[in-house]
């Protein structure tokens, strides 16, 4: 997918950019009332908010999901997240912030309708794993974006070990996604998009 392909040239773009800023200093402290240094941590705040969310949800995400494939990329989506949560701990300390969470609306609405797509496809099939494919991906693509941007940001304050941390995270982000599209497409979706004729076959067999 031509999606996956840009995404997928985001962190090795962000981490081209880190070796160029290699000479400057680690980590640089500002005054916390500069506007874009207060977006930043605001940012940071916010995803340290999701991640810890998406660790919560991903549980039900796993239990929901009708193929092993799938559940076996929930857990270790949910091993991976606590990892993340771990290393924007890391990222605070960086610049010198309490790591603090502060409710990211974006993510809750995203994970709101993550329970309402499980919610609202049958138990047990093909359709609702393929569903719960596209929920997860949300998630991603709402955490690509905002890492991505958090990658820069950390560059242009000066923060580069943050932003290494950052990139990593990134780079993450990126595979799990891919990872997610290729159980979908491996059989998933085929499956799935048969279930409504084999109801409408077996329905007919039965007169």
Not at 47 to 68: G, H, N, Q
Not at 106 to 135: H, V, W, Y
């Amino acid at each position: 997918m031509e999606t996956n392909k840009t995404a997928a040239t985001t962190a090795k773009s962000n981490a081209d950019s880190l070796k160029k800023s290699s000479n400057s200093k680690s980590t640089v402290k500002h005054k916390k009332e500069e506007p874009l240094e207060q977006f930043f941590i605001d940012a940071l705040k916010d995803m340290y908010w999701a991640e810890k969310a998406i660790v919560e949800s991903l549980p039900k995400m796993r239990d929901a999901a009708t193929t092993e494939e799938l559940k076996e990329a929930f857990e270790d989506h949910e091993l991976q997240t606590r990892k993340h949560i771990s290393r924007l701990e890391k990222v605070f300390e960086e610049t010198g912030q309490k790591a603090e969470a502060k409710k990211c609306e974006a993510m809750a609405g995203i994970l709101k309708e993550c329970e309402e797509i499980k919610n609202s496809t049958p138990e047990g099939t093909m359709t609702r794993d393929a569903a719960l494919i596209i929920a997860a991906q949300k998630v991603e693509h709402y955490e690509i974006a905002s890492y991505g941007g958090l990658v820069q940001l950390a560059l242009t304050l000066n923060y580069n070990k943050a932003a290494d941390l950052l990139n990593k995270t990134l780079a993450e982000e990126e595979e799990t996604d891919e990872a997610l599209t290729d159980v979908a497409e491996s059989y998933i979706n085929f499956e799935a998009s048969r279930e409504g004729d084999e109801e409408e076959e077996s329905e007919t067999a039965a007169y």
